[in-house]
């Protein structure tokens, strides 16, 4: 399988804006949010889809979802984080985490046109890290 671009982040060829990382897994902000703090949680071992990781990855991936998601409650005072896990845009396992405070702003699509707020997304990342 060729290198997708988050195993090109998890090795460090391509910069992103990490808010936690361990030995398996990686949480970085999506420079296309829907919303401020839309996070993506990644497994450092590049398989496909989340439903084929071996188990300990996939609690691993999942226990910092949950762990992230808390986070971002508190730090952004938001009342919800939506996750959802689709698996066509990347050949990476990857859960979306999606803070938002109405339905409005989690519905909201995805603008890949606009060039990504590095600033921004710097910032919201110094909030996040743990």
């Known amino acids: 399988m060729e290198e997708s671009i988050f195993t090109k982040i998890v090795k460090g060829d391509i910069p992103a804006h990490k808010v936690y990382e361990d030995e398996r897994v990686l949480v970085f902000l999506d420079i296309h949010p829907v919303v401020g703090g ?3 949680v990644i497994p450092k ?12 990855d996939y609690r691993a991936v999942m ?5 992230t998601a808390r986070r971002m409650r508190k730090i952004l005072g938001v009342k919800y984080v939506g996750e959802k896990i689709i698996g066509v845009d990347v050949p990476h396992a990857h859960v979306q985490l999606i803070p938002f ?4 702003e989690y519905k909201r699509p995805q ?3 606009t060039e990504p707020d590095h600033e921004k997304l710097a910032n919201i ?4 890290r743990f």
């Open 38 to 40: 839309h996070a993506l």
């Open 45 to 56: 071992k590049q398989v496909e889809f989340v439903w084929d990781l071996e188990d300990e």
């Open 111 to 113: 603008d890949m046109d």
């Open 101 to 104: 405070n109405t339905v409005e």
């Open 125 to 128: 990342a110094e909030k996040l």
């Open 63 to 67: 226990d910092v979802a949950k762990k």
